[in-house]
C-alpha cells in the first residue's frame, strides 16, 4: 500500500519547486505543471517500474514520454526528486548553458528524458513507437505518456489514436490533462472538442476517467485499473479530470497562469500555502 | 581520359530496397515503416521476408516519424519510405523535434526526389529538400547517383549511428558504379581527373556530368567530375583540392539552386578559395507534369546544360 502521507508530501514539495523554479527566471508554465503533479508523483513514485539509473533504450522498464513539453517544471521536479539527477539541479531550470531547457530535451543528456517535446501533438506517436519496440523486444514493461487537452487540436494525434488501435498497441497507457484550459482561454472558447470519451471509443480505444485527478488517492487507483486494462488488445487512455494551477489559490481554475510566473509577493503567498516539506532545493 | 559506359539501367530506387532486403538478412535491429507506398518505395522483399519487423503506417507521414523516433528508444533503427515531399517538407517539425534535436537514429529514405518523379506534376516533385535537411543540425544527407551506390548506401547509413535523408528517384538511370562498391558517407568520388574544370554532382545528374565530360574532352576540354553523393558532412577537401588544380568549377543537382549543393559549396569555396563557380540546377521555381527527360530538358538538368556552364565558367577564370 502506499504512504499516501509520504506521498502527499512530495507533491506539495514539489508545488513548490515549480512556482521557485518559475519565479527565478521570471518565465515557464507553471498552472499545467501544479495540475499535474498528482499525477507526476504516483506514476514515478507508484506506478512505473523502473531500473536504479538511466539508459535511453530502457529495456526491462516502464516508461514514460511527456507530450505536452511546457508542463517541464513539474516533469523535472518529479524526476530529481525520484533520484534521477540532483535535486540542487532545479536551481537551474532555464539558465545558459542547464540541461533543464524550457523544454525537455535528450540533447544537454538529463536523465530521464527520452524525447523533447515542446512543439504540441508528437508525444503519442513516439509513444507509439517505443511501445511497438517493446513487443518486438519481448519486454512485457508498459509505455505511459501525458498529452494536454489542448493539444489534442494537433491532428497528428488522430492519426496516432487511429494508428494504436488499429495495430494493438495494448501496452500504451496515454493519459489526457484534462484541465479544460489553453492559452487563449477555455478550451470550449478556443475549439470546443467534445467529449473526448466519445473520441477516444470510435477510434477503438479503452477509456477511463479519473474524476479527482488532484487526490493522490484517487490517480494511484485510477491509474492501477489502466494498468490493469492494458494487454487486451487495445490501447487505453485516461481522461485525468484536474483544476489548472491546483493548490495555489489564485492560480486555479483559469488559464491566466499557463505561461506566467509569479513575481515575488505571489510566490510567498504560494509557498504559503504549501508549506516545506522534504525541504526545498 | 577514363570514360564510363553502362550496360543496364535501373531506378536509384531499386537500390534502396535491394539495401533493405539485405539489412533485412544482416541486421535484426533494422525496421522498415511505410506510408501508403510500399510498391513504390520497392520495400516488398523486406517485407515478405521480415513481415514482424515491417509497420505499414498508412497515409499519416507525422505519425511515422514519430513512430520511427520511438522505435529507436529499445534500439531498432527505424527506415522510414515514403516519397521526397513528404518526408521532409511535410513532416519537417516532426523531424526536428522528434528526430534531429532528440537525436534519434532514423534513416528517412525518400524517394521519386525532384523533377525526374515526371507526369505527377509540382506538388510531388520537391526540390527544396535537400535545402530543408542540411538545415537540421547533425543530419546527414545523401543523395547517391545509380542503383549500386543507392543500395549501397543504404547499407552503410544502418552502421552509421545518427539521423541520416537518404534521397533517391523514380526513373530508370544507367548504373555506371561497381556492384560491390564500399559506400563511405561524407566521401567524395573521383570520376574523372582534369585540368581545366572540376565538375562536381549529385544524384541523377552524376551521369550526366560524365557525358558532358565526354563531349568536353572532345573539344579540348578537360574537366574533373567528382561525385558528391554525400552532401552533408561535405567533402571539403575534396573540392578545395581540385579546384586548386582547374581554378573554376560547375555544381550539378536535381534540386533548387537556392538551399543545394551548389551553395554548400560556394560557402567552402567563398571561405578557403575563393573560385568561379556555375550553377546546374533549378532557379527558384516549381516543376510541372511531363516525362522526365523532357522536364530535365527544360529546366536545363542535363549533359547539355552542363557543358554550356562549364564554357560559362572557363570564361571566368
Known sequence: MPNIKELTDLTTQVRRDIIRMVHKVNSGHPGGSLGCAEFFVSLYQELMETKDGFDMDGIGEDLFFLSNGHISPVYYSVLARSGYFPVEELNTFRLINTRLQGHPTTHEGLPGIRIASGSLGQGMSVAIGAAQAKKLNNDDHLVYSLHGDGELQEGQNWEAIMYASAKKVDNLISTVDLNQQQIDGSTDDVLPMGSLRAKFEAFGWTVLDIEKGNDIEAVIKGMKEAKSLTGKGKPVCVLLHTVMGNGIDFMMHTHAWHGKAPNDEQLANGLAQNPETLGDY | ?317
Request: charged residues 20%; contains cysteine; glycine residues 10%.
Open chain 2, 1 to 317: 581520359m577514363k570514360t564510363y559506359t553502362y550496360t543496364e539501367k535501373k531506378d536509384t530506387r531499386s537500390g534502396f530496397g535491394a539495401g533493405l532486403a539485405e539489412l533485412g538478412r544482416t541486421n535484426p535491429n533494422v525496421v522498415a515503416l511505410c506510408a501508403d507506398l510500399i510498391g513504390s518505395l520497392k520495400m516488398d522483399e523486406f517485407i515478405k521476408e521480415n513481415p514482424e519487423r515491417f509497420f505499414q503506417i498508412g497515409i499519416a507521414e507525422a505519425n511515422m516519424m514519430g513512430i520511427a523516433a520511438g522505435l529507436t528508444i529499445g534500439g531498432k533503427i527505424p527506415f522510414t519510405g515514403t516519397f521526397a515531399n513528404f518526408s521532409t517538407g511535410r513532416v519537417y517539425d516532426q523531424i526536428r523535434q522528434s528526430i534531429a534535436y532528440s537525436g534519434k537514429n532514423v534513416k528517412i529514405c525518400a524517394s521519386h526526389a525532384g523533377l525526374t518523379l515526371g507526369e505527377d506534376g509540382a506538388t510531388h516533385q520537391i526540390l527544396e529538400d535537400i535545402g530543408l535537411m542540411k538545415m537540421l543540425p547533425g543530419m546527414v544527407v545523401i543523395n547517391p547517383c545509380d542503383y549500386n551506390q543507392t543500395k549501397a548506401a543504404t547499407i552503410a547509413i544502418a552502421d552509421y549511428d545518427g539521423p541520416v535523408y537518404l534521397r533517391f528517384g523514380r526513373p530508370s538511370v544507367p548504373i555506371f558504379t561497381p556492384a560491390d562498391q564500399k559506400f563511405e558517407i561524407g566521401k567524395a568520388i573521383k570520376f574523372t581527373e582534369g585540368t581545366d574544370v572540376t565538375i562536381v554532382a549529385t544524384g541523377h545528374l552524376v551521369w550526366e556530368a560524365l557525358e558532358a565530360s565526354k563531349a568536353l574532352h572532345e573539344a579540348g576540354i578537360s574537366a574533373e567530375v567528382i561525385n558528391i553523393h554525400t552532401i552533408k558532412p561535405l567533402d571539403d577537401k575534396a573540392i578545395l583540392d581540385s579546384v586548386a588544380k582547374t581554378g573554376c568549377i560547375v555544381t550539378a543537382e536535381e534540386h533548387n539552386h537556392l538551399g543545394g549543393l551548389g551553395e554548400s559549396v560556394a560557402r567552402v569555396l567563398a571561405q578557403h578559395r575563393p573560385t568561379p563557380q556555375e550553377f546546374v540546377a533549378t532557379n527558384d521555381t516549381f516543376g510541372e507534369s511531363g516525362t522526365p527527360a523532357q522536364l530535365m530538358d527544360k529546366y536545363g538538368l542535363n549533359s547539355e546544360a552542363i557543358q554550356n556552364a562549364v564554357k560559362k565558367v572557363l570564361k571566368r577564370k
